[in-house]
């Protein structure tokens, strides 16, 4: 059928626009520039676009503005969140980008960046996002934006405010290298198309790798380095995956001279300035910083703010001195001292600052010390660092050994109490203190999200692989202990760390959800809680990796093996020293107080600083360790988690240990809360006293069948009779005038424990207060008689 000519002339027009729209679309998109493009220019439309479409180069609009500059960007994010690069210079939209006839590359008419000796026919970015023109390139001219790929050696990052730069591939500085304030374990090498970003020497950081996703790693403008990672299924989000610090404070610059740093309301990345007392904000400043009061004369006295650090514009000194009063009068002596560091971890670390301002204050547990701010006599403002102090309180001292048991002292008691209080130096220590800090505003919610795979800390548990377990723990050879939640190893690490190696049974959930609730346990620090130094998520193993403690668990000293009626706890002996029959030595009721207050403490600091998120739901003899000077430490916590309630208690049962566990275990109306922890430390506090395991039948004091151990320990109390409930062993070491307060403190509170309600219980924190002393105990009631029922 011949065309009419209507329709010739349409198919004519059709070819003429296909053929015609084809090239200028290439025109706009190119893959390479040279000089028959020039000049280009920002009114265009044109750009640059690599190969494989992934990165586009051009001049992209300043926001707000009519300005442009020339960068390079992921073609998926054509927005300024997914620039990469950018030069510097501004041009409006007359402004042009030539390559001369004699190759030289101009923008402006002045050379584009540092190409003034470089000639070249063209411009091309490489399917990685490099830019390139001749021996220049943007991978060796980064901004503040590090891609896969991207060789890391030899080059440095300047945030985009220009303050911050990321130097020698590994250390974050403010302007120079005198004010560095973070580093990397080692120099970063680079990040891979997986997304796993390599060190010097084999290791690397833990983020998110694994995927193929859009990645970069960023030296953003609040000072800190991160790597993002691109989730278009998350409403096309950047989401962070690592970062250098967790403290925002620590970086320098945050604050003005004279203030302190203090994290903020949430735990992404604000902070805020405070004066420190003997100072006022700076009035219509710049920056955010102090002003003294009163300048300082003759007449001076220091401030303690506990856990802050500053540096001075002036010099440091630091020296070792044998005590406090040492450091201190070194520093008042010398005018233009302004204050010292110092700690009271025995160490002697003493540091003196001289100036005419401090700087780069802040606060953070990790400090370990507190500053002594030197001040004008006058000055009555109380110091607005001190509270922050009394969270931290531990029960065991660092480096200071066990006070003698006293011959005639009723302060003794006290006497612990005074050296229980005192700071220790690997409580404090790390970023985990930072979240009893922050607890107050924080939902575990929003704690789980943070800790959650996204964002793991490079501090975090480490991650083992089932043959590094196997290696450590010489292919499981070592059993030294079985206990309800899975056998335990001993094994060392290839750093010489001599660890307890839990292989768990029975784990519900899958890999993802272990490693956040393993994250978590492992970010649970107290002197009194074992530490979790790494987990095995592999091939469905579940590992936990624990630092170990050689003295092994409390039940061993306190209840005599030797004695009859032991069979009942077969299932629980720790099975670590077949070859030791030698008696264990006899805990003495300093230690045994201590060991009572170290680990009410360590599961008050589970219960209320962990939000009750961690409930223990073991509490045990077999599951309080005993480190070195008897300092009690409790395992497996937070493991209840991984188990279900039913499992919970046919476990119990079946391992005999029904003595330890709260009525509401086996009453299913009533909740399981954090009373049933108090519950448990009840009966272990009673334990301590008496040294009889309680659901253990004693000849000697077997009168009926309805022996209930709180109900008959209560008896006894009641009528006096004191002497009847503690250990044969040490009850010749009694002595009333020195331990009755002790002793009657101890049984009290486990009566109070031990109340049936649960709401009759105190809570953890009120029950270390009781034993401390620091509280009033009212007279308890007698606890009724529960019984666990049938036993198979
Ligand atoms: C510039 O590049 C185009 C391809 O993009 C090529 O056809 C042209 O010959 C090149 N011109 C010069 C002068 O190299
Ligand atoms: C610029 O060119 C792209 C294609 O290269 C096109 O999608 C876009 O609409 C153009 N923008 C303007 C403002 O012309
Ligand atoms: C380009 O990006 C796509 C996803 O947008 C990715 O699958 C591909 O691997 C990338 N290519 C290169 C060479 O990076
Ligand atoms: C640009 O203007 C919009 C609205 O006027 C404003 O919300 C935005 O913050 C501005 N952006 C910059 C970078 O100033
Ligand atoms: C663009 O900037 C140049 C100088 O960089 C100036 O001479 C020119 O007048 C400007 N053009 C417009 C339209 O603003
Ligand atoms: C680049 O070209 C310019 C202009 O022709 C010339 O002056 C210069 O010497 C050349 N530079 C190099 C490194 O070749
Ligand atoms: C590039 O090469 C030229 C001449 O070969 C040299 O002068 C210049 O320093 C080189 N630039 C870089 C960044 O290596
Ligand atoms: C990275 O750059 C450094 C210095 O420029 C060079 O020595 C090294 O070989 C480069 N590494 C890779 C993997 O290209
Ligand atoms: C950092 O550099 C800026 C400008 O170069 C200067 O104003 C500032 O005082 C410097 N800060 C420090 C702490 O040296
Ligand atoms: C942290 O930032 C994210 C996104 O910017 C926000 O959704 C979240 O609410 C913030 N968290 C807190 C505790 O402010
Ligand atoms: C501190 O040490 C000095 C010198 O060793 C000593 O004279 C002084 O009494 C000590 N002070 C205290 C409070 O122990
Ligand atoms: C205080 O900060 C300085 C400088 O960052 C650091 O060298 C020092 O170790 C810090 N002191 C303490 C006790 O953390």
């Not at 790798?209 to 991160?226: E, F, I, S």
């Not at 440091?316 to 009068?329: D, H, V, Y």
């Not at 009525?663 to 109306?669: G, L």
């Not at 108090?678 to 000697?700: A, H, T």
Request: charged content about 20%; some cysteine; overall charge neutral.
């Amino acid at each position: 059928m011949p065309l009419s000519t209507p329709s010739f002339f349409l198919l004519t027009l059709f070819f003429f626009l296909l053929f015609n729209l084809q090239p200028s679309f290439s025109q706009q998109q190119f893959s390479s520039f040279n000089t028959s493009h020039s000049p280009w220019q920002p009114s265009q439309n044109r750009t640059l676009i690599s190969t494989n479409k992934n990165f586009t180069a051009g001049f992209f609009p300043l926001p707000n503005t009519t300005l442009f500059t020339f960068s390079i960007w992921f073609s998926q994010v054509p927005n300024a969140k997914g620039i990469v690069w950018s030069d510097t210079t501004r041009v409006n939209s007359s402004g042009s980008l030539v390559i001369t006839s004699e190759f030289e590359l101009l923008l402006n008419g002045s050379p584009f960046q540092d190409t003034a000796n470089t000639n070249a026919s063209q411009l091309v970015l490489e399917n990685n996002g490099n830019l390139v023109f001749g021996n220049w390139s943007s991978f060796r001219n980064p901004t503040n934006t590090i891609l896969p790929n991207q060789n890391f050696t030899g080059i440095e990052l300047l945030s985009s405010n220009g303050k911050f730069r990321f130097i020698k591939s590994q250390f974050l500085v403010l302007n120079s290298t005198a004010d560095q304030y973070y580093g990397t374990p080692n120099p970063l090498v680079g990040m891979d198309d997986a997304g796993k970003m390599s060190m010097v020497g084999n290791s690397f950081l833990t983020s998110d790798y694994g995927d193929p996703r859009l990645r970069k790693v960023v030296l953003d403008d609040d000072g800190n380095l991160r790597i993002y990672s691109f989730y278009p299924e998350q409403n096309n989000k950047w989401v962070e995956v690592w970062k250098g610090l967790w403290e925002m404070c620590r970086i320098k610059g945050k604050c003005g001279s004279n203030a302190i740093c203090v994290p903020g309301e949430d735990l992404n990345s604000s902070t805020h300035c405070v004066c420190p007392s003997g100072f006022n904000p700076n009035q219509g400043g710049s920056e955010e910083g102090c002003t003294r009061k009163k300048s300082l004369s003759q007449d001076t006295k220091f401030v303690r703010l506990d856990y802050v650090n500053y540096t001075s514009d002036g010099s440091l000194t630091e020296i070792k001195a044998g005590n406090f009063t040492i450091c201190e009068s070194g520093c008042s002596t010398d005018k233009t001292c302004l204050g010292f560091g110092f700690k009271y971890d025995g160490t002697g670390y003493c540091v003196w600052l001289t100036g005419t301002n401090l700087q780069f204050g802040y606060w953070s547990p990790g400090t370990e010390a507190a500053f002594f701010l030197k001040v004008d006599k006058s000055e009555s403002t109380p110091s607005n660092f001190i509270g922050l102090t009394e969270v931290m309180q531990t029960t065991c001292p660092v480096n200071l050994s066990l006070p003698l048991p006293p011959k005639d002292s009723n302060t003794t008691a006290r006497n612990i109490a005074i050296i229980c209080t005192l700071f220790a130096a690997e409580l404090i220590a790390g970023v985990a203190f930072f979240w009893s800090f922050l607890k107050r505003y924080i939902k575990y919610r929003d704690m789980a999200t943070t800790l959650g795979l996204e964002l793991l800390p490079a501090g975090g548990p480490k991650r083992f692989t089932y043959s590094e377990i196997k290696a450590a723990t010489n292919d499981f050879s070592n059993l030294i202990g079985k206990g309800g939640f899975g056998d335990v190893y001993k094994g060392e690490l290839p750093d010489h760390r001599v660890v307890a190696v839990k292989c768990l049974k029975n784990v519900t959930g899958g890999d993802a959800e272990f490693w956040a609730e393993v994250t978590i346990i492992a970010r649970m620090h107290h002197l009194n809680l074992v530490r979790l130094w790494g987990f095995c998520a592999e091939k469905g193993q579940r590992i936990l990796v624990y630092e170990h403690i050689p003295c092994g668990s409390m039940d061993k000293y306190l209840f005599r093996v030797n004695k009859s009626h032991s069979n009942n706890d077969k299932h629980l002996k720790d099975q670590s020293s077949p070859n030791t029959p030698q008696q264990k030595p006899t805990l003495d009721w300093n230690m045994r107080y201590r060991i009572a207050l170290g680990v009410a403490r360590a599961i008050a600091y589970l219960h209320e600083e962990c939000l009750e998120w961690v409930l223990h739901c073991d509490i045990k003899p077999e599951n309080i360790l005993l480190g070195d000077d008897f300092c009690p430490k409790i395992s497996d916590f937070g493991l209840a988690k991984l188990r279900k309630k039913e499992d919970m208690v046919t476990m119990s049962r079946r391992r005999g240990t029904p003595g330890y566990m709260a009525p509401e275990w086996v009453n299913s109306a009533e909740p399981i809360t954090s009373k049933a922890d108090v519950y448990s430390f009840g009966m272990v506090l009673l334990e301590l006293v008496s040294g009889i395991r309680n659901f253990e039948i004693q000849d000697s004091v077997l009168r009926s069948e309805e022996w209930y151990f709180p109900g008959w320990a209560f008896d006894k109390f009641k009528e006096m009779r004191v002497e009847e409930i503690l250990d044969r062993q040490i009850r010749n070491d009694y002595d009333s005038r020195a331990h009755f307060d002790m002793v009657n403190r101890m049984v009290k509170t486990a009566m109070w424990c031990l109340q049936e309600k649960p709401v009759l219980r105190p809570t953890m924190g009120k029950v270390a207060k009781m034993l401390e002393g620091t509280v009033e105990i009212l007279e308890p009631k007698k606890p009724t008689v529960f019984f666990l029922g049938v036993e198979e």
